[in-house]
């Protein structure tokens, strides 16, 4: 072989090598960082003006992670950035479902072990057929185990123009089109978002759900920025689909917001638009407060709500509230002892007062929270026109049981036959007084039947709210109907005026604790135009007595006049007065209280227990006679003071004197439709515990020290 021959070979062989060198390049090999092995992978050849799907694929090392779209609490998510040939686009990531990756008290959202993102590459109609055009692509990545590392790695890949019907990769094709399938995406699916303070409803119906179970279901947001990641979603189930209730971040503002659902195996991609939560989504088809652990609303049933409303009816006759006005019953049962046939009617008259009243506030409480009001039980004390009308009322009975006046067969004419009509009348308003005052001083037992009651339908709520009345009546109507006991009380006579007066002061007492009440609602100036409402119709009253008692004919008719005009003129002094005072109302430190307190609010409660403090919350109201009692007990002694500061926990007020939506809010989510309710949080987070309606201080002593770990 000559020299020339000799140097052709060699050339050609190194020119052969050069190529396969180059060819390998353009192959794309894997490239492998510290802690991670990446490349590009295609479905295979590309169609002019069609679209192909390349993947990012990265495999990361044994307990090594990269993360999702929205990182959750801490992390970053891949990146890619595309350097195409002219003509050739790439659109963005179909991200695959992300896992869940808890951190110390973070929580993360990305990908262990190996994930595949394809993305949509679509080449010019320009293309031609046989070319081979070269993606190059850059890629970063946060890849974290106990400590994160950026890295980043500069990627290409060959893809033909098909020349005819495109050719699939064999290997990877199907793999890319397995990561397409189970990728999240929208499948008729609808879904709403309610927020709540402290709490996000989001409810998803649609045949996909339609019958599941779905324990595991969870809902990654698109946004970083809408959800206390690290909290627990709460799963509600319905034959349509489910309800979660999630924390909202601070920041979260009410409006449209998408993401995915994971159910499982299967993920959707979701956009939940503003709106009540949807029919079907949880078990009753309708909104469903979310109980604490261990103390399902929806469980309790009919037959059990309505055995505890009973009993919590027969309760609330013991709880301070109700004394007062159950002090003019007693009086109309001395009266009528004797006479059998009358006592019993005044029963049924009671009876059938307390069952109207009950009814009626219950009927107005389901048509205001249907209109959307946060409104719950007592939501007529709330009221601060309401408040003085019943302590003018007050005010008046007290009147007249101290004698400056008289109701009854004086004025309407003689003879017993109205007199029985009067004495009914007089027991059917005395039961509707008694509901109206009292009823919102929730008795124990009364607080899951409450509970049960707003979350159920109309005519299951008025069941309940029914045979909490009858609770309430059936002391004083069972007496009326029992001989035995009413001949041994004395017989009418000259005590019975002294008896009468002595009630009247009961009265006295409830007229100004409505004062103070007012007070607190609508302001001092206005509580100066209620006194002044009172003297007038304190006048009128007496005017009114007056003209019963003596003067002509004709001078009666006109003092008795003077009641009316007097009721007159004090409405029309209160009324520009009577309204609740704007703005929120302080938690006004009290310097002589052991016990410091703040205002509640939800993000209060998450801080304090972020810093590792356990939290007790005071739901509470001035005119709850039955918080009043243990705050000024259980909760004022040095023994709990002195609880409170070993544990450094924190007490928090919430005060539904007036109507807030948020308290309001909050007592749906423990089951609960008035107050008093009493929450211990956990310090360090987790879920309350509910303590009872009459405290101890025993009780909340140990609570605290529970919560304290």
Same mark, same amino acid.
């Given at each position: 072989m000559s020299p020339a021959a000799i140097i052709k070979r060699v050339f050609g062989a190194a020119a052969m090598i050069a190529a396969l060198a180059l060819g390998s390049a353009a192959a794309a090999q894997p490239v492998k960082t510290d802690h991670l092995e990446v490349e590009l992978i295609s479905q295979g050849?590309?169609?002019? #003006?069609?679209?192909?799907?390349?993947?990012?694929?990265? @495999?990361?090392?044994? #307990? $090594?992670?990269?993360? $999702?779209?929205?990182? #959750?609490?801490?992390?970053?998510?891949? @990146?890619?950035? $595309?350097?195409?040939?002219?003509?050739?686009?790439?659109?963005?990531? /179909?991200?695959?479902?992300?896992?869940?990756l808890p951190f110390s008290m973070l929580m993360n959202y990305g990908y262990s072990n190996e994930v595949i993102l394809p993305v949509a590459i679509t080449a010019p109609k320009t293309a031609r057929p046989g070319e081979t055009v070269t993606l190059k692509a850059h890629?970063?990545?946060?890849?974290?185990?106990?400590?994160? /590392?950026?890295?980043?790695?500069?990627?290409?890949?060959? /893809?033909?123009?098909?020349?005819?019907?495109?050719?699939?990769?064999?290997? $990877?094709?199907?793999?890319?089109?397995?990561?397409?399938?189970?990728?999240?995406?929208?499948? #008729?699916?609808?879904?709403?978002?309610?927020?709540?303070?402290?709490?996000?409803?989001?409810? =998803?119906?649609?045949?996909?759900?339609?019958?599941?179970?779905?324990?595991?279901?969870?809902?990654?947001?698109?946004?970083?920025a809408a959800i206390d990641h690290a909290k627990p979603q709460a799963i509600e189930r319905g034959p349509q689909g489910l309800t979660l209730t999630i924390v909202p971040a601070a920041t979260l503002k009410p409006g449209p917001l998408a993401g995915v659902l994971s159910v499982g195996d299967a993920a959707y991609e979701i956009e939940a638009v503003e709106g009540p939560v949807l029919?079907?989504?949880?078990?009753?088809?309708?909104?469903?407060?979310?109980?604490?652990?261990?103390?399902?609303?929806?469980?309790?049933?009919?037959p059990a709500a309505l055995a505890l409303a009973f009993l919590g009816g027969l309760i609330l006759n013991l709880m301070p509230c109700v004394f007062p006005v159950l002090s003019m019953k007693a009086a109309s049962l001395v009266l009528h002892a004797h006479n059998g046939r009358t006592a019993r009617a005044q029963g049924l008259a009671f009876l059938a007062g307390v069952l109207v009243t009950f009814l009626v506030l219950a009927a107005l409480l389901i048509v205001a929270r249907a209109a959307g009001q946060a409104a719950g039980w007592g939501f007529q004390l709330q009221s601060p026109p309401v408040i003085a009308g019943l302590c003018?009322?007050?005010?008046?009975?007290?009147?007249?049981?101290?004698?400056?006046?008289?109701?009854?067969?004086?004025?309407?004419?003689?003879?017993?036959?109205?007199?029985?009509?009067?004495?009914?009348?007089?027991?059917?308003?005395?039961?509707?007084?008694? =509901? =109206?005052?009292?009823?919102?001083?929730?008795?124990?037992?009364?607080?899951?039947?409450?509970?049960?009651a707003v979350s159920q339908p109309p005519a299951r709520s008025l069941m309940v709210f029914a045979a909490l009345g009858l609770g309430f009546a059936a002391p004083f109507t069972a007496l009326a109907f029992a001989p035995g006991l009413l001949r041994r009380l004395p017989r009418p006579g000259p005590w019975m005026s002294v008896f009468k007066t002595v009630l009247a002061f009961p009265m006295f007492g409830a007229a100004a604790w409505l004062a103070w009440v007012f007070a607190s609602q609508a302001g001092t100036v206005a509580l100066a135009a209620l006194f002044g409402a009172a003297l007038i119709l304190a006048m009128g009253a007496w005017l009114f007595g007056l003209g019963q008692r003596q003067f002509s004919p004709t001078w009666k008719i006109v003092l008795q006049l003077a009641l009316p005009v007097a009721l007159i003129a004090a409405i029309a002094l209160l009324a520009p007065v009577a309204k609740p005072q704007a703005g929120d109302r302080p938690v006004v430190a009290d310097p002589s209280a052991a016990l410091p307190r703040e205002a509640w609010s939800p993000a209060k409660v998450v801080e304090l227990q972020a810093a590792g403090r356990p939290v007790f919350v005071d739901f509470t109201a001035d005119w709850c006679v039955t918080c009043k009692v243990n705050e000024k007990t259980s909760l004022a002694s040095k023994g709990v003071a002195d609880a409170f500061a070993a544990a450094n926990a924190a007490y928090l007020v919430a005060d539904w004197t007036n109507r807030?939506?948020?308290?309001?809010?909050?007592?749906?989510?423990?089951?609960?439709?008035?107050?008093?309710?009493?929450?211990?949080?956990?310090?360090?987070?987790?879920?309350?515990k509910i303590l009872p309606q009459l405290l101890t201080e025993g009780l909340v002593k140990a609570a605290v020290k529970e919560a304290a770990g």
């Open positions: 050849e590309a169609t002019p #003006g069609g679209e192909n799907y390349v993947a990012l694929r990265h @495999k990361m090392a044994d #307990g $090594w992670h990269t993360y $999702w779209r929205n990182s #959750g609490d801490s992390g970053e998510a891949t @990146k890619i950035a $595309w350097t195409l040939a002219p003509g050739w686009t790439a659109g963005d990531f /179909v991200w695959a479902t992300p896992q869940r890629a970063t990545f946060l890849v974290c185990k106990d400590i994160c /590392v950026p890295e980043e790695a500069n990627l290409s890949l060959d /893809v033909k123009v098909a020349q005819g019907a495109p050719k699939t990769d064999p290997k $990877w094709a199907p793999v890319i089109a397995r990561a397409l399938e189970q990728a999240p995406k929208p499948s #008729g699916l609808v879904a709403a978002a309610t927020l709540q303070p402290g709490a996000l409803k989001i409810s =998803v119906t649609g045949e996909p759900l339609k019958g599941g179970d779905f324990p595991q279901a969870y809902f990654f947001p698109f946004s970083g029919a079907g989504a949880t078990g009753l088809g309708a909104p469903k407060a979310v109980a604490p652990p261990g103390k399902s609303i929806a469980g309790l049933g009919l003018l009322l007050m005010l008046l009975i007290a009147l007249n049981l101290a004698g400056l006046f008289d109701i009854g067969t004086s004025v309407q004419g003689a003879g017993s036959g109205l007199a029985s009509k009067s004495g009914l009348a007089g027991a059917f308003f005395t039961g509707a007084l008694a =509901v =109206v005052v009292a009823a919102p001083c929730t008795a124990p037992f009364m607080a899951g039947a409450l509970g049960y807030d939506a948020t308290i309001a809010a909050a007592l749906a989510e423990h089951g609960r439709a008035g107050v008093p309710l009493y929450l211990m949080y956990p310090a360090g987070g987790g879920a309350p």
